[in-house]
Protein backbone atom coordinates (compact mmCIF):
# COMPACT_ATOMS: atom_id res chain seq x y z
CA UNK A 1 0.00 0.00 0.00
CA UNK A 2 1.52 2.88 -0.75
CA UNK A 3 1.83 5.82 1.55
CA UNK A 4 0.34 9.31 0.71
CA UNK A 5 2.75 12.48 1.33
CA UNK A 6 1.32 14.24 4.68
CA UNK A 7 -2.11 12.61 5.13
CA UNK A 8 -0.47 9.47 5.95
CA UNK A 9 -1.87 6.13 5.16
CA UNK A 10 -5.10 5.22 3.36
CA UNK A 11 -6.35 3.48 6.63
CA UNK A 12 -9.06 3.03 8.53
CA UNK A 13 -11.40 3.42 11.10
CA UNK A 14 -13.90 3.53 8.15
CA UNK A 15 -15.93 6.77 8.03
CA UNK A 16 -19.17 7.05 10.32
CA UNK A 17 -20.27 10.81 10.83
CA UNK A 18 -20.19 9.51 14.86
CA UNK A 19 -21.47 10.32 17.93
CA UNK A 20 -20.45 14.05 19.55
CA UNK A 21 -16.72 13.79 21.51
CA UNK A 22 -17.32 12.66 25.52
CA UNK A 23 -16.90 14.79 27.78
CA UNK A 24 -13.05 14.87 28.77
CA UNK A 25 -12.37 12.79 32.12
CA UNK A 26 -12.23 14.82 35.30
CA UNK A 27 -8.34 16.65 36.08
CA UNK A 28 -7.12 19.76 37.73
CA UNK A 29 -9.58 22.92 37.77
CA UNK A 30 -9.04 24.64 34.66
CA UNK A 31 -7.53 22.05 32.34
CA UNK A 32 -8.16 19.66 30.43
CA UNK A 33 -7.10 16.53 28.84
CA UNK A 34 -6.61 16.42 25.28
CA UNK A 35 -4.87 12.79 24.73
CA UNK A 36 -7.08 10.68 26.58
CA UNK A 37 -8.05 7.86 24.68
CA UNK A 38 -12.22 7.48 24.61
CA UNK A 39 -13.71 4.88 24.82
CA UNK A 40 -14.84 2.15 22.28
CA UNK A 41 -18.31 3.15 20.36
CA UNK A 42 -19.21 -0.54 18.89
CA UNK A 43 -21.97 2.26 17.08
CA UNK A 44 -19.08 4.34 15.37
CA UNK A 45 -16.80 1.83 14.72
CA UNK A 46 -20.02 -0.53 12.20
CA UNK A 47 -19.15 0.82 8.76
CA UNK A 48 -22.24 2.49 7.09
CA UNK A 49 -24.44 1.17 5.04
CA UNK A 50 -23.11 2.29 1.08
CA UNK A 51 -25.54 2.37 -1.75
CA UNK A 52 -22.79 1.39 -4.43
CA UNK A 53 -21.60 -2.05 -4.32
CA UNK A 54 -17.60 -2.08 -3.13
CA UNK A 55 -17.62 1.71 -1.90
CA UNK A 56 -15.93 2.36 1.12
CA UNK A 57 -15.54 5.74 2.54
CA UNK A 58 -12.29 6.30 4.74
CA UNK A 59 -11.00 8.85 6.55
CA UNK A 60 -7.63 9.15 4.92
CA UNK A 61 -4.51 11.13 7.18
CA UNK A 62 -5.02 9.54 10.51
CA UNK A 63 -1.93 8.09 11.95
CA UNK A 64 -2.42 7.04 15.52
CA UNK A 65 0.31 7.05 17.59
CA UNK A 66 0.63 5.56 21.32
CA UNK A 67 2.12 7.72 22.71
CA UNK A 68 1.22 9.77 26.51
CA UNK A 69 4.05 12.40 26.37
CA UNK A 70 5.31 15.04 23.24
CA UNK A 71 8.87 16.23 22.45
CA UNK A 72 10.03 18.30 25.30
CA UNK A 73 8.28 16.15 28.32
CA UNK A 74 4.92 17.72 27.41
CA UNK A 75 2.53 15.48 28.64
CA UNK A 76 -0.46 16.59 26.86
CA UNK A 77 -2.59 18.44 29.87
CA UNK A 78 -3.43 21.79 28.49
CA UNK A 79 -4.77 24.82 30.13
CA UNK A 80 -8.79 25.43 28.63
CA UNK A 81 -8.41 29.30 29.10
CA UNK A 82 -5.79 30.89 27.78
CA UNK A 83 -6.77 34.08 27.64
CA UNK A 84 -3.99 35.55 30.54
CA UNK A 85 -1.24 33.56 28.81
CA UNK A 86 1.83 35.73 27.55
CA UNK A 87 2.51 33.60 24.50
CA UNK A 88 -1.62 33.62 23.91
CA UNK A 89 -1.45 34.03 20.38
CA UNK A 90 -3.68 37.37 18.25
CA UNK A 91 -6.84 36.98 16.92
CA UNK A 92 -8.64 38.73 14.45
CA UNK A 93 -12.34 39.48 13.18
CA UNK A 94 -12.76 36.81 11.03
CA UNK A 95 -16.49 36.93 9.72
CA UNK A 96 -17.45 35.77 6.08
CA UNK A 97 -16.35 39.08 3.70
CA UNK A 98 -19.09 40.91 2.47
CA UNK A 99 -21.79 40.60 0.10
CA UNK A 100 -20.41 40.64 -3.50
CA UNK A 101 -17.02 40.13 -2.39
CA UNK A 102 -15.12 39.76 -6.02
CA UNK A 103 -12.82 36.88 -7.14
CA UNK A 104 -9.97 39.19 -7.82
CA UNK A 105 -9.94 39.94 -3.89
CA UNK A 106 -9.46 36.20 -3.62
CA UNK A 107 -6.29 36.56 -5.86
CA UNK A 108 -4.92 39.19 -3.10
CA UNK A 109 -5.65 37.02 -0.05
CA UNK A 110 -3.79 33.91 -1.85
CA UNK A 111 -0.54 36.51 -2.63
CA UNK A 112 -0.90 37.15 1.04
CA UNK A 113 -1.46 33.79 2.93
CA UNK A 114 0.91 32.03 0.19
CA UNK A 115 3.66 33.91 2.09
CA UNK A 116 3.50 32.52 5.31
CA UNK A 117 2.82 28.71 4.48
CA UNK A 118 5.67 26.43 4.17
CA UNK A 119 6.50 22.91 2.48
CA UNK A 120 7.29 20.16 5.53
CA UNK A 121 9.34 17.25 5.07
CA UNK A 122 10.74 14.91 7.77
CA UNK A 123 13.55 12.41 7.49
CA UNK A 124 10.88 9.84 7.71
CA UNK A 125 9.92 10.48 4.38
CA UNK A 126 6.67 12.39 5.42
CA UNK A 127 5.45 15.31 4.07
CA UNK A 128 3.47 17.80 4.09
CA UNK A 129 2.37 21.68 4.94
CA UNK A 130 2.02 24.26 7.49
CA UNK A 131 1.83 27.76 9.13
CA UNK A 132 3.65 30.54 10.46
CA UNK A 133 1.64 31.67 14.19
CA UNK A 134 3.59 34.49 14.78
CA UNK A 135 6.90 36.58 14.73
CA UNK A 136 9.04 34.23 16.64
CA UNK A 137 8.41 31.60 13.65
CA UNK A 138 6.30 29.40 15.53
CA UNK A 139 4.97 27.09 12.90
CA UNK A 140 1.88 24.93 12.96
CA UNK A 141 1.66 21.99 11.00
CA UNK A 142 0.07 18.19 11.61
CA UNK A 143 1.51 15.98 14.71
CA UNK A 144 1.00 12.92 11.73
CA UNK A 145 3.92 14.59 9.50
CA UNK A 146 6.17 14.52 12.06
CA UNK A 147 5.54 11.59 14.81
CA UNK A 148 7.63 9.02 13.05
CA UNK A 149 11.02 11.12 13.96
CA UNK A 150 14.01 12.32 12.32
CA UNK A 151 14.94 15.93 11.06
CA UNK A 152 12.67 18.24 10.05
CA UNK A 153 13.14 20.91 7.29
CA UNK A 154 10.53 23.72 5.89
CA UNK A 155 10.74 25.25 2.63
CA UNK A 156 8.86 29.03 1.68
CA UNK A 157 7.73 30.46 -1.10
CA UNK A 158 10.82 31.58 -1.95
CA UNK A 159 11.60 27.75 -2.09
CA UNK A 160 14.96 28.01 0.08
CA UNK A 161 14.83 25.05 2.56
CA UNK A 162 15.58 24.96 6.09
CA UNK A 163 16.26 23.20 9.45
CA UNK A 164 13.25 23.26 11.74
CA UNK A 165 13.00 22.32 15.28
CA UNK A 166 9.66 20.05 16.95
CA UNK A 167 8.79 22.41 19.95
CA UNK A 168 6.03 19.70 20.47
CA UNK A 169 2.84 17.77 19.83
CA UNK A 170 -0.09 16.68 20.83
CA UNK A 171 -1.38 13.28 19.01
CA UNK A 172 -4.48 13.47 20.45
CA UNK A 173 -5.48 16.41 18.15
CA UNK A 174 -3.01 15.89 15.86
CA UNK A 175 -1.30 19.31 16.02
CA UNK A 176 2.47 19.84 16.42
CA UNK A 177 4.70 23.41 16.32
CA UNK A 178 7.89 23.62 14.83
CA UNK A 179 10.19 26.71 15.28
CA UNK A 180 12.86 27.98 12.39
CA UNK A 181 15.01 30.90 12.40
CA UNK A 182 13.90 34.46 11.79
CA UNK A 183 12.94 34.83 8.46
CA UNK A 184 12.28 37.72 6.35
CA UNK A 185 10.92 35.60 3.58
CA UNK A 186 7.92 34.19 6.08
CA UNK A 187 5.04 36.27 7.39
CA UNK A 188 2.52 34.79 9.94
CA UNK A 189 -1.20 34.60 9.42
CA UNK A 190 -4.07 36.36 11.50
CA UNK A 191 -6.25 33.61 13.01
CA UNK A 192 -9.86 33.82 13.24
CA UNK A 193 -12.25 32.81 15.52
CA UNK A 194 -14.13 29.55 15.40
CA UNK A 195 -17.24 31.24 16.58
CA UNK A 196 -17.26 33.68 13.16
CA UNK A 197 -17.01 30.28 9.90
CA UNK A 198 -20.56 30.33 8.75
CA UNK A 199 -21.82 27.09 6.25
CA UNK A 200 -21.62 28.96 2.72
CA UNK A 201 -19.11 30.73 2.91
CA UNK A 202 -15.74 31.32 0.87
CA UNK A 203 -12.23 29.48 1.62
CA UNK A 204 -9.03 29.08 0.41
CA UNK A 205 -7.06 25.65 1.26
CA UNK A 206 -3.15 26.15 0.76
CA UNK A 207 -0.83 23.35 1.30
CA UNK A 208 1.84 20.76 -0.60
CA UNK A 209 -0.75 18.66 -2.70
CA UNK A 210 1.36 15.57 -4.05
CA UNK A 211 4.81 18.19 -3.61
CA UNK A 212 3.24 20.60 -4.99
CA UNK A 213 4.18 23.69 -2.88
CA UNK A 214 2.11 26.46 -2.52
CA UNK A 215 -1.26 25.09 -4.07
CA UNK A 216 -3.87 27.41 -3.82
CA UNK A 217 -7.77 25.80 -3.96
CA UNK A 218 -11.25 27.54 -3.48
CA UNK A 219 -13.96 26.26 -2.12
CA UNK A 220 -17.04 26.47 0.58
CA UNK A 221 -17.58 25.94 4.29
CA UNK A 222 -19.89 22.61 3.86
CA UNK A 223 -20.49 22.28 7.84
CA UNK A 224 -19.01 22.99 10.65
CA UNK A 225 -18.94 21.08 14.22
CA UNK A 226 -19.22 18.14 12.18
CA UNK A 227 -18.33 15.01 14.14
CA UNK A 228 -15.47 13.14 13.09
CA UNK A 229 -12.00 11.12 14.19
CA UNK A 230 -8.94 12.94 14.19
CA UNK A 231 -5.76 11.94 15.21
CA UNK A 232 -7.55 8.72 16.37
CA UNK A 233 -10.45 10.91 18.91
CA UNK A 234 -13.72 12.22 17.79
CA UNK A 235 -13.80 15.74 17.26
CA UNK A 236 -15.67 18.56 15.79
CA UNK A 237 -14.32 19.59 12.79
CA UNK A 238 -15.03 22.25 9.86
CA UNK A 239 -16.29 20.12 6.44
CA UNK A 240 -15.32 21.71 3.49
CA UNK A 241 -15.53 20.65 -0.68
CA UNK A 242 -12.23 23.10 -1.25
CA UNK A 243 -9.88 19.95 -3.22
CA UNK A 244 -7.46 18.77 0.15
CA UNK A 245 -5.55 15.91 -1.54
CA UNK A 246 -2.03 13.98 -0.02
CA UNK A 247 0.40 17.07 0.96
CA UNK A 248 -2.24 19.46 2.23
CA UNK A 249 -1.96 18.04 5.86
CA UNK A 250 -1.11 20.96 8.36
CA UNK A 251 -1.97 24.18 5.94
CA UNK A 252 -4.25 26.69 6.40
CA UNK A 253 -7.74 26.56 5.98
CA UNK A 254 -8.40 30.28 5.28
CA UNK A 255 -11.88 32.88 4.63
CA UNK A 256 -12.10 35.76 2.16
CA UNK A 257 -10.58 37.83 4.53
CA UNK A 258 -7.20 35.95 4.58
CA UNK A 259 -7.64 34.46 7.98
CA UNK A 260 -7.17 30.85 9.34
CA UNK A 261 -10.21 28.99 10.24
CA UNK A 262 -8.71 25.64 10.21
CA UNK A 263 -6.14 23.25 9.87
CA UNK A 264 -6.43 21.04 6.84
CA UNK A 265 -5.77 17.23 7.89
CA UNK A 266 -8.10 14.89 6.47
CA UNK A 267 -10.34 13.85 3.68
CA UNK A 268 -13.00 11.47 2.76
CA UNK A 269 -12.31 9.07 -0.26
CA UNK A 270 -13.21 5.98 -2.01
CA UNK A 271 -10.99 3.00 -2.05
CA UNK A 272 -7.83 5.48 -1.32
CA UNK A 273 -8.79 7.31 -4.32
CA UNK A 274 -7.69 11.18 -3.90
CA UNK A 275 -10.17 14.25 -2.90
CA UNK A 276 -14.37 14.17 -3.64
CA UNK A 277 -14.96 17.15 -2.23
CA UNK A 278 -15.22 16.28 1.06
CA UNK A 279 -12.01 17.51 3.52
CA UNK A 280 -12.00 18.27 6.75
CA UNK A 281 -9.93 21.19 9.26
CA UNK A 282 -9.49 21.18 12.72
CA UNK A 283 -10.91 23.90 14.23
CA UNK A 284 -8.69 27.04 14.75
CA UNK A 285 -9.72 27.64 18.15
CA UNK A 286 -8.71 24.72 19.07
CA UNK A 287 -5.45 24.63 16.91
CA UNK A 288 -4.27 27.92 18.51
CA UNK A 289 -4.81 26.95 21.98
CA UNK A 290 -3.27 23.83 21.64
CA UNK A 291 0.23 25.58 19.82
CA UNK A 292 0.17 28.14 22.62
CA UNK A 293 0.70 25.60 25.53
CA UNK A 294 3.20 24.28 23.34
CA UNK A 295 4.86 26.90 22.79
CA UNK A 296 4.39 27.94 26.61
CA UNK A 297 6.22 24.88 27.64
CA UNK A 298 8.62 24.52 24.90
Known amino acids: MNVLPGLGKPRGPEFVPGKPPPAPPPGPPGQRDWTSPSPPDPANDRPPAVPNRGARVLITGLLIVATSAGVGGLAGRYAADSADDPAGLPRVASGPAPPGTASGDLVGVADRVRQGVVSVRASSGASGAGFVIDDRQHIITNDHIVAGG ?27 VLRVSPSSALRSLDLGNSTDVRVGERVLAVGSPLGLSGTVTSGIVSAVERQVRLGGNPQTAVQTDASINPGNSGGPLVNARGAVIGVNTAIATFEGRGSIGIGFAIPVDRAADVAEQIIANG
Do not use: F, L
Not at 153 to 161: H, L, P
Not at 169 to 175: F, K, L, Q, V
Open 150 to 176: GSMSVTGQDGRRIGAEVIGRDPGTDIA
